[in-house]
């Protein structure tokens, strides 16, 4: 079945520091893929997604590109701030069977300044 | 910014009541989704719609159920609480395809 793997976390970083979080997949076909964001007692945001091979997602300064010959999509940033301390979930939306959202088990990153 | 809302978001209930938590989204979509969430942060799908009259069970079994009467409403009942059930209670919709999902705040709920 499809299935979302990201790195495991927690992930410290200082302010200002490069950041990377891996994600892979399987899946049937080529499916949409999300990076979303949870802040401490939210639900979840959309970050960015990408819909076709070879197309990148951005937003708030992160990045994603949607690599089908590694079936990889981490999510980077450049320069991260104290407020991106949050938990990140990679995530794939099924193209059949009921276009479920398949999460993987996200991936927590603390910033400090 | 997204218009799906759930109610309450905080709840502290003893073992053996009946809750329902309220999920309910303003922009028409046919889809809904229950989430789980565990300390762990790990999501886990318990329930799903694909439309008024429509529920199917996700892949984390789960006592509590759900109906779907309105296209925007998609309450999740447990008729006995017990102390397992403490956990986060997210909701989601989304439009067919392959588009996103939109989801609530959420609601933490422990069972004393």
């Known amino acids: 079945g499809n299935s979302v793997t990201q790195m495991e976390g927690p992930v410290t970083l200082s302010e200002e520091a490069f950041l990377t979080i891996n994600c892979t997949y399987t899946a049937t076909g080529y499916p949409s893929l999300f990076w979303y964001v949870q802040y401490p007692g939210e639900g979840l945001q959309l970050l960015l997604k990408a819909t076709k091979a070879d197309d990148k997602g951005s937003n708030k300064g992160f990045e994603a590109t949607y690599r089908k010959e590694t079936t990889s999509f981490h999510l980077e940033k450049g320069s991260v701030q104290v407020s991106d301390s949050a938990v990140y979930f990679c995530?794939?939306?099924?193209?059949?069977?009921?276009?479920?959202?398949?999460f993987g088990a996200g991936t927590r990153l603390f910033v400090k300044a | 910014e997204a218009d799906i809302y759930q109610t309450p978001r905080y709840l502290v209930i003893g073992t053996g009541k009946k809750i329902t938590l309220e999920c309910s989204q303003t922009m028409g979509h046919d889809k809904m989704y229950w989430y789980q969430q565990d300390p762990g942060m790990e999501l886990h799908l318990i329930h799903y719609?694909?439309?008024?009259?429509?529920?199917e069970k996700g892949d984390l079994s789960s006592e509590s159920t759900v109906s779907r009467i309105r296209t925007e409403h998609f309450p999740l009942t447990l008729e006995s609480a017990r102390p397992s059930h403490t956990s986060q209670y997210l909701c989601?919709?989304?439009?067919?395809?392959?588009?996103?999902?939109?989801f609530g705040q959420g609601t933490r709920l422990t069972v004393v």
């Open positions: 989601a919709s989304s439009e067919w395809g392959n588009t996103e999902a939109f």
């Open positions: 719609s694909y439309g008024v009259n429509s529920t």
């Open positions: 995530a794939l939306r099924e193209l059949t069977g009921g276009f479920k959202t398949i």
